[in-house]
Every structure is written in C-alpha cells, then in structure tokens.
C-alpha cells in the first residue's frame, strides 16, 4: 500500500524558512523515480493550488508564480522523498501543504502538513 508522509511544517515568522519532506513507501521497488512528484496548499477557504512540482528524473520542475524565488523543489529517489525548501515566507504562505504523486493511471496524496507564517 503506498503511503506519503508529510512532515517539516510549523510556526515561523514572516522572512523565515522552513523545509517540507514527504517519504514514500509502499511503491514498488525501482518505480518512484518514474512519479511526478508535485507540493500543494490549501489555504482556509481557498482551493488547493500547485506550489511546485518535479518530473520524473528531475529532469522538468516549475513553480508557481506566487513562490518563484523563494521556494525550491527537489527530490532523492534513493530515499523516496521529496522536499520544498521555502525561505522569505510571508503570512500568504499560510496553508496546509502537500504532496502528491502522479504516475500514468495513478495518483496519491499525503495527509498535509500545517504551515503558519505569522508574527
């Protein structure tokens, strides 16, 4: 059963940084690296929007314009993870964060992790 776990996320202050992982499990040996792997949030009252994402092999990644700059999306496929360094956050990164893996005819989501941006 695959399973993705988000974890990294917390209070900070505006201008702060923290670094979000998601580790997966439950893939099937030598296939995670062939996954998209992309970073949503949700927002209270919003809808959930692509922060950034990540080709298979890493050979493709994008942001969102809102994070340009000041977030970056990487992945270690011998660990099954994923990461979203965020810097410079402002209280409109506020949100629930998370990860998602998209395959040919699959696709699964973790549970979210909470970020707060607030003085």
């Known amino acids: 059963q695959v399973q993705l776990v988000e974890s990294g996320g917390g209070l900070v202050q505006p201008g702060g940084s923290l670094r979000l992982s998601c580790g997966a499990s439950?893939?099937?040996?030598?296939?995670?690296?062939?996954?998209?792997m992309s970073w949503y949030r949700q927002a209270p009252g919003l809808e959930r929007e692509l922060v950034a994402f990540?080709?298979?092999?890493?050979?493709?990644?994008q942001y969102a314009d809102s994070v340009t700059g000041r977030f970056t999306i990487s992945r270690d496929d011998a660990k099954n993870t994923v990461y979203l360094q965020m810097t410079s956050l402002k209280p409109t990164d506020t949100a629930v964060y998370y990860c998602?893996?998209?395959?040919?005819?699959?696709?699964?989501w973790g549970q979210g992790t909470q970020v707060t941006v607030s003085s």
């Open positions: 998602e893996a998209l395959g040919i005819a699959t696709q699964y």
């Open positions: 439950g893939f099937p040996f030598g296939t995670y690296a062939s996954y998209v």
């Open positions: 990540i080709s298979s092999f890493g050979t493709t990644i």
